[in-house]
């Protein structure tokens, strides 16, 4: 219990220093949108829905804390926001997008882990297709994927706005993030119709979440660089 | 005729069938993926998809880059495929909806039981939106505007003048990378139709202005700082008369129509 405490206290003080610096962030850019900071939001995000479901006592096995420090690291050591933000982004439309894309990308993620829980740990208690095993997960794929189609539309809508088509072939991420949107799809698709049985739907969620890392993370990190700790060297002497 | 209405049938049954909507979104998913690593080291390829249209496209950069550019064709298929199959399969469901009305006791059920179909349909709305874009939409970029100086707008007999570039430049703290650059240019510009009625448009930065079909962006603009050397005053405008934008749009309010429906069928006690 005390362990827990503990642990929560943490992940507090974590979540608040995230959420400081990222509110940072955006303040140092409104009213245009800090770019390339999805890596900052995604842990932020993550951690936000482990805080909540963790007061409302839900369980959760060791993977998404785990899953939010890697998510953590990731950030701090591949920094890749040190672009300036540009006016084309001062619209509304931008925020939704960007906001929406990092929301729907965490429930995935979520996703994801739920079902690699169902199959390691849920299959020594319940075999076959009880749908217990996956009646969670799907609502954070269901939830993910009207995330990422909103993010989807803002981003055609700020197009159209800013360059006169929903679709400009400027930024590779369009392919990643429509490829993204097909996956989820196929999987609302498996699940809805019941074309897999239970095992193979979970296998295809858990594969859901590497999918949507290397599609929509990794082009998102920079080099590694040890990140600038002058500030600290200045607050400890 | 027996046999070709045979054949049709199954032709309509394989066309609307769900392992071929697995089979393509799932080869939908590869061929993006692979078109990221296309794209991200060809970019200047791909730019002019939007200036010149689709047909000339892949008939001058298309061909020519088939090294590069074969993931696009490939999508082409698959989403023409997609979208077929998606009609199929949901016009098949909705008239079984349709035969099976009178056994759903209520009428709020019916109607939110069309919300899956409402999407798929929205989806194929969406891709003819783009299509129609991609071919029938005249797209003319680079228009430079010095102030006072009036141009054709080419094809048309539409005349545009920048009668005023009001632009606004940040002075604050908060952003200190931004000290004295331009935050938000304005345009006021005066369009002439044929029969020479002139309407005044201000225009800026995610702020289009429509004038007879035409939808009319600011894409650049000068002087950016107010110490650049850049003195002289233009804009440089993208003008678009783009006849699927409106199917686009109504394709995407209808998917998030459908979509919401399906959230409130799924919540509903």
Known sequence: MQQKKMALFLLGIGLTANLSACLGKYYHAWPMLPLNTGMYLLPLCLSVILFLTKLKNEQWSAMLPVLICLMSLAALFFPKDYYLPFIMSKTIFSYIFFISGVVGRSFFFIAALKALQALIFDNKKTKGDSPGRNAGMVEWVVWGFVFWTISMFAGGIWSYLGWGSPVVWEDPAITTTMATWFYYTCFLHLYLRRVWNLNKRLIFAAAGGILVFILNCYPEMGIFRIPDLKWLRCLIF | ????????????????????????????????????????????????????????????????????????????????????????????????????????????????????????????????????????????????????????????????????????????????????????????????????????????????????????????FAPKSRTSMQKQKYVNLIIHNDPGIHLYFCGMFLFVLGMLMYLYRWYRP
């Open chain 2, 1 to 220: 005729m027996a046999k070709m209405f045979n054949f049709l049938k199954i032709v309509w049954k394989l066309a609307g069938s769900i392992n071929l909507t697995i089979a393509l979104l799932m080869l939908l998913v590869f061929d993006l993926s692979a078109g990221f690593i296309c794209l991200k080291s060809n970019l200047s390829i791909f730019i002019p998809l939007n200036d010149v249209g689709l047909i000339a496209w892949l008939d001058t950069y298309g061909i020519n880059y088939l090294q590069y550019t074969a993931w696009f064709f490939l999508l082409l298929v698959l989403l023409f495929l997609l979208a077929v199959n998606t009609f199929v399969c949901t016009t098949d469901k909705v008239v079984i909806l349709f035969r099976n009305r009178f056994y759903y006791r209520s009428q709020i059920k019916f109607i939110l039981n069309f919300a899956p179909h409402i999407i798929h349909y929205a989806f194929v709305v969406i891709l003819a939106g783009y299509l129609v874009s991609y071919i029938f939409a005249v797209n003319l970029p680079a228009n430079i505007l010095l102030p006072e100086k009036s141009i054709l707008i080419p094809g048309t007999g539409y005349k545009i003048k920048l009668n005023k570039l009001n632009i606004e430049y940040y002075k604050g703290q908060r952003l200190n990378f931004f000290q004295d650059r331009a935050i938000n240019p304005e345009a006021e510009i005066l369009l002439t139709d044929a029969n020479g009625i002139t309407v005044k448009k201000t225009i800026s930065v995610n702020r289009p202005a429509r004038f007879k079909g035409y939808s009319i962006h600011l894409e650049d």
